[in-house]
């Protein structure tokens, strides 16, 4: 199985990063290089605010600094917005990522990525959490990658 490419949604990766949640395993997988993770400066930054606010500065950084080592996380520059999202448009930010960093997935449980649905082109998928885990975690984990 190649790798799955996903951009996660701040909410799904903020608690992925906590041990008793049942989303845990996403980071884990990133971590064990079973999972690619696309990330933007935007997103980066995104992350470290909401990180910073529940669980401390030192975590933020050191978390932040330790996954741009990663080979699998993938710093992408987007070069065109698509503003595809009309309701929240601080959304846009994790679609334009993984639009060009040519994602399998957006996993996120936010209602408003439900317009990219309807989107023929370009073409991109969202997944709820709870959905990825029940399709990929047995998958991804169990991988020889």
């Known amino acids: 199985m190649n790798r799955l490419r996903v951009v ?15 989303y845990h395993w996403i980071f884990e997988a990133i971590l064990k290089n079973k999972l690619e993770l ?13 990180i910073a606010k529940r669980y401390g500065l ?9 996954l741009l080592l990663l080979d699998n996380v993938l710093l992408i520059t987007p070069h065109f917005n698509w503003e595809l999202i009309k309701t929240d448009v601080d959304d846009n ?7 060009t960093g040519n994602a399998d997935y957006v ?8 317009i990219i649905d309807e989107v023929q082109f370009p073409p991109i998928k969202r997944i709820k959490a709870d959905v990825f885990s029940e399709k990929f975690k ?8």
């Not at 996660?8 to 049942?22: E, G, P, Q, R």
């Not at 696309?38 to 909401?50: A, G, K, M, N």
């Not at 930010?93 to 639009?99: E, G, R, S, T």
Request: glycine share 2%; with cysteine; net charge negative.
């Open 8 to 22: 996660l949604d701040t909410n799904v990766f903020l608690v992925s990063l906590a041990k008793h949640y049942k």
């Open 38 to 50: 696309c990330v933007s400066t935007e997103i980066l930054l995104e992350y470290q605010e909401q």
């Open 58 to 66: 030192s975590l933020t950084d050191s978390t932040l600094d330790f």
């Open 93 to 99: 930010k994790f679609v334009d990522c993984a639009i």
């Open 107 to 114: 996993v996120t449980n936010d209602n408003d990525f439900k």
């Open 138 to 145: 047995l998958q991804i984990l169990n991988s020889g990658l």
